[in-house]
């Protein structure tokens, strides 16, 4: 079956910076759009960003845009999230996706599959 795992996350100060990762197995990796979603306590599920399959198209949320740079490596089944400039804001869990079920660039998390998460604290 598919899985996603998704690592790479833990605390650090605002200004800082991280690098999520995301492995998929149990399907052929880049046949399928993915996207990195958030959520933090209290607060509806929100997209960071999504990539095609071939990495031919990008989007972003405003709040990740100049920060935050989505890429695949499909030749090693791996979704990855940089980002710079963190901010307390950012705080939330991360979740990897794969499979849109609707436009990229609608930014929706309308995707058919998803990983467990990985929790990302920024502090002041």
């Known amino acids: 079956q598919v899985q996603l795992v998704e690592s790479g996350g833990g605390s650090v100060q605002a200004g800082g910076s991280l690098r999520l990762s995301c492995v998929g197995s149990g399907y052929t990796f880049r046949l399928y759009s993915m996207g990195w979603f958030r959520q933090a306590p209290g607060k509806e599920r929100e997209a960071v960003a999504t990539i095609s399959s071939m990495s031919s198209n990008t989007y972003y949320a405003d709040s990740a845009k100049g920060r935050f740079t989505i890429s695949r490596d499909n030749a090693k089944n791996t979704l990855s999230l940089q980002m710079n400039s963190l901010k307390p804001d950012d705080t939330a869990m991360y979740y990897c996706?794969?499979?849109?079920?609707?436009?990229?660039?609608?930014?929706?998390?309308?995707?058919?599959?998803w990983g467990q998460g990985t929790q990302v604290t920024v502090s002041s």
């Open positions: 996706a794969a499979q849109s079920l609707a436009p990229l660039y609608s930014l929706t998390p309308n995707f058919k599959y």
